[in-house]
């Protein structure tokens, strides 16, 4: 266990939207030290220039430059590999303290285990995980010991959770409908091409993730209330339904929830549910909005249930309809590090 002065050396394995994230946001805080990248692709260049400029979240001040096997801007110095085989990493000899997987693939959790860290933290849900955890709902599952490989959940699950949460507490859930609204993603193509694969969701071939993600809005399923069921079972697809539509945007998705629940409320009595919720909070999840908003004025925001109190509705008493946004790569991420931090 560090104290809170105590730097944490991280290992950041994978450079894609969440692990540049995870590295960017790791630069602002003292405690968090980034020593090590693993990422498969081999141009070392090439992950410099894409830590040095972002198009959505913009460049860097300090940039990174390629030195040997390491990446250096001034004093900070970060050791790059590009091993496949995550066994072969010897992180003892950069004292790493935790291992952040953000690479999107399915690893042993056998391999996980036997790392030579205090943690290892990873950026989905995971069954095989000792838990899965999201803040705001159970983060007293981070002070088990025994708790070595920590699931993150989703994005999308991290800002629905807490919400349904606290409306589950408060007035009992029966049942609800949830739609998720998420930027596009890279897996997806810029014009029309062949249909998409996921493993990770046991697609062999999705159609409409072939269409053009810049031209169209693209119905898809969720696995958004699954990732929430592993966190709190009683909220699963027997008690909230779901969809979801990729938009082309960069950044930033909204949720849309109905959900009907036991005891009678009042939408006075839901906001000031939420107002208490955002005063008493000890990491920056929820925060309510009034203000005519759009998408982008939410970007690079920590509060990760942003609630969008312009659209806040009771129904006959039974029926409580919520919109909340969240940034799903920055905000998320910065989820990812709180965890870290409050661990260890």
């Known amino acids: 266990m560090k104290n809170n002065l105590t730097p944490i050396n991280i290992c950041i394995n994978g450079m894609g939207r969440i692990g540049k994230s995870l590295f960017r946001l790791a ?11 693993n990422e498969l692709k081999p141009n070392k260049k090439n992950i410099a220039y ?73 950026t989905h849900p995971n069954k095989q995980a000792d838990c899965n955890v999201i803040l705001g709902v159970n983060e007293q599952e981070l002070l088990t010991p025994s708790h070595k490989i920590i699931a993150a959940s989703s994005c999308n699950a991290t800002a629905l959770l807490p919400v349904l949460y606290a409306i589950d507490q408060e007035y009992g859930i029966e049942y609800g409908d949830i739609t998720t609204i998420h930027p596009l ?25 072939g269409r053009s993600a810049t031209q169209n809005i693209i119905p898809s399923k969720t696995t958004t209330i699954d990732a929430c069921s592993l966190v709190m079972p009683q909220i699963n697809k027997n008690t ?35 107002e208490k919720q955002q005063n008493e909070q000890h990491f920056p999840i929820v925060y309510n909005s009034y203000d005519p908003l759009v998408s982008s004025d939410f970007q690079s ?34 989820k990812v590090l709180e965890m870290v931090k409050y661990k260890l």
């Open 27 to 37: 630069l602002k805080d003292p405690r968090l030290n980034v020593v090590w990248i």
């Open 50 to 122: 894409t830590i040095n400029y972002d198009s959505t979240y913009g460049s860097l001040e300090k940039r990174y430059s390629v030195e040997g096997d390491y990446l250096q801007s001034g004093e900070h110095k970060v050791f790059v590999s590009h091993t496949k085989d995550l066994s072969m990493l010897d992180l003892n000899s950069l004292a790493v303290d935790v291992f952040i997987d953000a690479s999107g693939a399915k690893i042993d959790t056998d391999i996980l285990a036997s790392m030579a860290v205090e943690k290892v933290f990873l």
């Open 185 to 209: 993603l890279n897996h997806q193509k810029t014009l029309d091409s062949g249909c998409i694969g996921s493993s990770d969701r046991d697609i062999e071939c999705n159609f409409e993730f």
């Open 240 to 274: 909230i339904s779901s969809n979801s539509f990729r938009v082309p945007t960069a950044t930033v998705g909204a949720i849309n929830i109905a959900i009907s629940v036991q005891k009678s409320t009042t939408q006075e009595s839901v906001e000031k549910l939420f």
């Open 301 to 334: 925001s920590l509060y990760t249930s942003i609630i969008d109190h312009r659209f806040t509705q009771v129904v006959h008493g039974k029926m409580i309809k919520l919109v909340i946004w969240y940034d799903n790569e920055w905000g998320y991420a910065s």
